[in-house]
């Protein structure tokens, strides 16, 4: 087995002057999808509290502005704080999400003003930088990290744009009509992988390092779960049948009522509707199903005589590739993703129906782990051997153990800055208000390993 572990497109030979470019450009892109995400509502939309599970938009913008002032204008600038006053308001371990719209936040105007003073000097602070010479700026993995965590909380705010109520405020382009795969399972072989990366330069501490783990043979779907598949699960009374939910995952179910993924409603006719972004509309068949909870994903898989694969498995079935015996980048390869691989980085408000991107399969011909919607794997949150926490805990250490479940593969929402093959997201089985979808797997049979195929 070996292993080539492409570095980002940060580090692909590219000089300082190219890498702050590089950067600069990424700064921009995440900064404009902020405002777009904010300029979209009115004042009254961006202090309210949409959901006892989101914070008012208003506050994530401003955390944005505390975190890249934090590492970018204070660390590597070296400049003193801006407003030390509020750093206690913008840390997300002081103040619960419910409880932040009672805080004495900034203003909308405040904070844009805020934001707006912060990126000068980090971007003074880009132009400075050695982008080496200490960890934190090699290869410029401050200001990665910064691109990454803007990224993630305008996906938290496109989520918080879903749970308002209102007119729709969102647009975008519908993505690519799909076909099924040509198959509807793919059998991964059995044996060694390269998990994890050691050398991708803005993997975060979780992804690393990368290891060698023996994953036996087993048989994943070519394509994830979509609507009309989910539907056929409530139509057999899934929903209603103890056998096909784990203990915790009925309890929730009967707690909290659930009788179809979030959103989703039935006429008098019995047809399914689901609301998105404001919008009303029949639920396509062909689509990933969305907004599903791992209790309810793991019920579906069982219903179906499969299970949820394990974070190992989809990180395999995602990365491996027979003919070389190395992990890729991406599924497809080693170039960062374009709009013909996966359906990222909000240019279509919804997953793309089955199918819909066949240039972005895996070596081993399993299609769509990317984008469209992030995919609960059966495995609890919990560090790779050899964990080493950096820059800080509060990213991933603190979170380890728990009821957390894993996702991966991102979605629809997720932006290609802040997400590849490697990278581990997760949340509690409980959620649902995130961008959620899940495919099956299954061990594979005596004669699946005989000859080589699924039947």
Not at 156 to 183: E, F, I, K, S
Not at 280 to 308: I, N, S
Request: net charge negative; charged share 25%.
């Amino acid at each position: 087995m070996t292993v080539t572990d492409h570095p980002a497109g940060a580090d692909t030979g590219a000089g300082t002057e190219e890498l702050r470019t590089r950067v600069a450009g990424l700064l921009a892109a995440s900064r404009a999808r902020s405002t777009a995400l904010t300029e979209a509502v009115d004042e009254a939309d961006l202090v309210a509290q949409h959901s006892p599970l989101m914070s008012p938009l208003v506050w994530d913008l401003a955390h944005i502005g505390s975190q890249e002032e934090l590492w970018l204008v204070r660390d590597v600038g070296g400049r003193e704080p801006l407003r030390p006053e509020i750093d206690g308001l913008y840390d997300a371990f002081q103040h619960s999400r419910a409880s932040r719209v009672q805080l004495p936040l900034l203003t909308p105007d405040e904070t844009r003003r805020y934001i707006a003073e912060v990126r000068d000097k980090a971007l003074d602070a880009l132009g400075r930088s050695a982008m080496g010479g200490r960890r934190l700026e090699e290869h410029g993995f401050a200001f990665g990290m910064i691109v990454q965590h803007e990224q993630q909380h305008d996906e938290t705010m496109l989520a918080t744009h879903q749970l308002r109520g209102g007119a729709p405020v969102l647009h975008a382009d519908p993505p690519p009509a799909g076909r099924p795969p040509a198959v509807r399972e793919v059998l991964v072989p059995g044996g060694p992988f390269t998990m994890g990366t050691s050398t991708e330069p803005w993997a975060l501490d979780n992804e690393r390092p990368a290891h060698a783990v023996d994953v036996d043979a087993f048989v994943i779907d070519a394509a994830v779960v979509t609507n009309g598949e989910y539907a056929e699960f409530i139509a057999a009374g899934g929903y209603d049948d103890p056998r096909w939910w784990s203990d915790a995952g009925w309890t929730h179910r009967t707690e909290a009522g659930l009788v179809a993924p979030q959103f989703w409603e039935r006429d008098s006719a019995g047809r399914w509707y689901r609301r998105r972004f404001g919008v009303l509309e029949p639920v396509r068949a062909d689509e990933p199903v969305v907004h599903v909870c791992f209790h309810e994903a793991a019920a579906y898989a069982r219903w179906a005589g499969k299970r949820l694969p394990t974070e190992v498995e989809w990180e395999k079935a995602a990365r491996f590739d027979p003919a070389s015996g190395r992990s890729r980048r991406y599924p497809w390869g080693d170039e960062e993703p374009t709009p013909e691989h996966a359906n990222l980085g909000q240019r279509h408000l919804q997953p793309a129906a089955a199918g819909a991107y066949p240039r972005g399969a895996s070596a081993l011909g399993v299609q769509q782990l990317f984008g469209d919607v992030w995919e609960w794997c059966d495995s609890g949150w919990h560090p790779y051997p050899g964990f080493e926490m950096f820059p800080y805990p509060e990213y991933s250490q603190v979170f380890f153990g728990g009821d957390y479940r894993v996702l991966r593969g991102g979605s629809f929402g997720a932006d290609p800055a802040a997400v590849r093959s490697t990278f581990r997201n997760w949340d509690h089985p409980i959620r649902r208000q995130i961008f959620s979808g899940f495919r099956c797997a299954r061990d594979a049979t005596p004669a699946e390993l005989r000859d080589g195929r699924t039947r």
